[in-house]
């Protein structure tokens, strides 16, 4: 069955570097996201993504956050300059065109920021 | 921004009992959705809704899109150990992306 895979699972890095989080979305799905869950609270609504353009994004998804689908099957997310509360796991997610809002989400990446 | 009450927050029971969660919005939405999220891992789609009123079911779980389209429930049946982990409702409008709940951890007690 096809799922979303992201890389890595686990990402540590320093305060004020830049970080890369990728995702490869369903073949077939035409609509990309990044949620982000901070630990022990629930999933926020990052950004979304369609037809090579962000759709929708959150107040969340400041100046320091940036989307990207440099190829035919990979979507990233980029932190700029990293912060300690951006210290979370982060979801990729997709869902086919059409009304239905059915979306599939990968296993995350978990950012630590030191 | 648009708010999800999810109740209850944690649930315990014995193997074999039904379980209720359910979820309130302060507006309305065109789709609910229920996950399940084991620990460490991802989100996993259980059950769509997209009718005022439909109620669907998935094998053990049933739930339902509230007539108000402000409201949905999921029911478990006849719990089992695996049935462990954090239940999700999450909501979309006319904007595509999802508010989540707060969540609903259950756990099962043989």
């Known amino acids: 069955e096809p799922e979303v895979t992201q890389t890595p699972s686990h990402q540590v890095t320093q305060m004020g570097q830049e970080v890369i989080l990728r995702c490869v979305p369903i073949s077939n799905h035409l609509y990309f996201y990044w949620y982000r869950q901070i630990l022990g609270q629930k999933v926020e609504f990052l950004v979304s993504?369609?037809?090579?353009?962000?759709?929708?994004k959150s107040e969340i998804f400041d100046d320091q956050f940036s989307v990207e689908r440099p190829d035919g099957s990979n979507f990233t997310l980029k932190i700029r300059s990293t912060k300690l509360e951006d210290s979370a796991m982060y979801f990729c997610?997709?869902?086919?065109?059409?009304?239905?809002?059915?979306?599939?989400f990968g296993p995350g990446t978990r950012l630590t920021v030191l | 921004g648009q708010q999800l009450n999810q109740s209850p927050q944690s649930m315990f029971i014995q193997e074999g009992e039904d379980v209720s969660m359910n979820c309130t919005s302060s507006?309305?939405?065109?789709?609910w959705l229920w996950y399940k999220q084991d620990p460490g891992e991802g989100p996993v789609l259980l059950i769509a809704l997209y009718k005022a009123g439909e109620l669907t079911s998935n094998g053990r779980l049933t739930a339902q899109f509230g007539i108000t389209r402000k409201d949905s429930f999921l029911n478990i049946s006849a719990s089992i150990p695996s049935d462990v982990g954090i239940y999700f409702c999450?909501?979309?409008?006319?904007?595509?992306?999802?508010?989540f709940g707060s969540g609903t951890q259950l756990t099962v007690l043989p």
């Open positions: 993504f369609y037809n090579n353009e962000i759709s929708e």
């Open positions: 999450a909501g979309s409008g006319s904007a595509r992306q999802l508010t």
């Open positions: 997610a997709s869902k086919l065109a059409g009304a239905y809002n059915e979306q599939f």
């Open positions: 507006s309305i939405f065109n789709t």
